[in-house]
Nanobody, 122 residues
Framework: QVQLVESGGGLVQAGGSLRLSCAAS????????MGWFRRAPGKEREFVAR????????YYAGFVKGRFTISRDNAKNTVYLQMNSLKPEDTAVYYC???????????????WGQGTQVTVSS
């Protein structure tokens, strides 16, 4: 069992930055692929970024590429999402998730955090 706790959300003006963190419990964090997803009001949950278990491979949704960076520190059992040049349309609840295997599909993710709210004002 893995527990995930996100933090770092908040209110920021357009063009600003936030860094989200996701702390994981358990001793097998380094074996999981990790992902960030988001759900905007009235919309479906969507993929944002993912990172391989070692941190060597990352993948981003097209709408965030170049603005967001996913990283992880396996010694701290934590995955991060650095978000720059934020836009009002980035407003959403952001979730981190852990995949025991794979990570390329939504259904691969076995564990989810409760989410952290990000609000970008114009």
């Amino acid at each position: 069992q893995v527990q995930l706790v996100e933090s770092g959300g908040g209110l920021v003006q357009a063009g600003g930055s936030l860094r989200l963190s996701c702390a994981a419990s358990g001793r097998t964090f380094s074996s999981y692929a990790m992902g960030w997803f988001r759900r905007a009001p009235g919309k479906e949950r969507e993929f944002v970024a993912r990172i391989s278990s070692s941190g060597g491979v990352t993948y981003y949704a097209g709408f965030v590429k170049g603005r967001f960076t996913i990283s992880r520190d396996n010694a701290k059992n934590t995955v991060y999402l650095q978000m720059n040049s934020l836009k009002p349309e980035d407003t959403a609840v952001y979730y981190c998730a852990a995949a025991v295997t794979g990570g390329g599909r939504y259904s691969d993710y076995d564990y989810w955090g409760q989410g952290t709210q990000v609000t970008v004002s114009s």
